[in-house]
């Protein structure tokens, strides 16, 4: 089963959630550039609670492969690592920009044996893109659990996207911005 485009007014959000997002917006203008990576994560993680949070720039220019420049287990950050999205999740949020999988996500990418490995049932992708639209990387979110108000998530995922957008654009040498 897959979601994309989750979608809220903003007039739909509670109180909580509305907190949530202005909390996120204030990071958003307060992050230093040397750690974005691992505050914006550490903010994403408190508030999901997801088991991972990986944000990955493209190895290979097909995005064949993903870098991950920060791979988070359960609010500590681990090793980086290269890995495939050839017949992953990964390839359907590069694809639509976002894309959300409450269950399911071993069956559905049997060839991605990582999930298994990782034991997760849940996903949830968004493409990161350079200032020409181009994906240059992605933001995963995976749990053994359907994620809790995916539609709040998706619109802090937004918000926090130009951030990570940029600082993958840093790493990748774009002159636009140095």
Known sequence: MKYEFIHHRIDDW????KALINQTIHLALQV???????????????????KYILISKAHTEDLSELSSLLFMANGTVLDNAVYSTIGAPCQNALSHSICYYPL???QEFPEAL???????????????KDLNQ??????TLLDEKPIKNPGLVEHLLTIVSPLLEEKIMRLNGNKDLL
Do not use: R, W
């Open 32 to 50: 230093k550039p040397a750690n974005t990576l691992e505050v914006l994560a550490k903010h994403i993680y408190d508030i999901t609670q997801v």
């Open 104 to 106: 399911g996500i071993q």
């Open 134 to 139: 181009k994906n240059i990387g992605i933001i």
């Open 14 to 17: 509670n109180f909580e959630e």
């Open 114 to 128: 990582i999930l298994q490995h990782l034991g997760v049932h849940s996903y949830m992708g968004m493409a990161l």
